[in-house]
């Protein structure tokens, strides 16, 4: 009976923290059906960093982004993998240093839309004077858009975020323009050979944006974040999260990347073990 209770105490004293990770079916991020399932470029960085973390276990859940928004209102202890950070978030969050950088978001439309023909369809767009035209703009339903988007979602068409396929919205006709960021729509028009589409920039934003790793406020959120950093300062140097970073990009976003750390001190440290593999095709 001794010996029982000595294993039992011995047990509960050496008991993992937990961290829950929610994250969604939003290809080509994070891939969660089909045969490229956990194949997502934001899957196999947090593959890495969650190995790089032992001292916890790791959960992976899944939440649709309405879930994710009901789970930070609620105080439910979780993390997040590749997120934006707003006012709203970092109210209930805490946040990484930058994790990477993603290509920031794009109007998107067909190559032979006549609204490229208009005198503002340049290299960058504003959205406000393209709403002053006849075309039908559309975003995804509760997501988190620059200041200069957000105010105008209410004046587009929404559409769930996962459930729609936003080329065969283009091709259908049913929307004439996306905001949207450039290699989800290039995944996504994998699946429609014969669509060509174009890009712009949207006025006053920067080509690429920062993505963090985000902890609920939670008391044991600040030593999560503290860990998680450690961790992020090992793995932007390390060849395979650059690699997983760059996964199933275009060649466009993947120029654009490599610029956005050679401009970042907290990656110019490993610039002598990145280059030679970012500089490459298979990357």
């Not at 029982?4 to 969660?32: E, G, K, M």
């Not at 005198?119 to 995804?140: D, F, K, S």
Request: net charge positive.
């Amino acid at each position: 009976m001794i010996k029982f209770w000595l294993a039992l105490l011995l047990f509960c004293c050496t008991q993992v923290s937990a961290i829950d990770w929610y994250v969604r079916d939003w290809p080509p991020f994070n891939i969660q059906q089909g045969p490229d399932a956990g194949q997502g470029s934001y899957d196999l960085m947090l593959t890495q960093l969650t190995a790089a973390l032992p001292q916890y276990s790791h959960q992976l859940q899944f939440a649709t982004l309405s879930k994710r928004q009901q789970l930070m209102q609620q105080n439910v202890p979780h993390c997040l993998f590749g997120v934006l950070k707003s006012p709203e978030r970092q109210k209930k969050m805490l946040f990484s240093d930058i994790a990477f950088y993603s290509p920031a978001l794009r109007v998107a439309a067909l190559a032979d839309h006549p609204l490229w023909q208009s005198t503002q369809a340049g290299a960058n767009i504003e959205l406000a004077a393209l709403l002053q035209q006849a075309w039908r703009g559309m975003v995804e339903y509760k997501r988190l858009y620059p200041q200069n988007v957000q105010r105008y979602t209410g004046e587009l068409l929404q559409v769930s975020d996962s459930s729609t396929d936003l080329v065969a919205m283009l091709k259908a006709g049913r929307a004439d323009y996306v905001v949207e960021y450039p290699d989800r729509l290039h995944y996504l028009a994998q699946s429609h050979p014969r669509v060509a589409l174009r890009y712009a920039r949207l006025q006053g934003e920067p080509p690429v944006v920062p993505v963090y790793v985000a902890c609920q406020n939670t008391p044991e959120a600040p030593a999560q974040i503290q860990a998680i950093n450690l961790a992020l300062q090992q793995l932007r140097s390390n060849a395979d999260y650059q690699q997983a970073w760059l996964h199933l990009l275009s060649e466009q976003s993947r120029q654009e990347l490599r610029l956005s750390m050679a401009q970042d001190p907290l990656f110019q440290a490993a610039a002598p073990q990145q280059c030679s593999l970012l500089k490459t095709k298979a990357c």
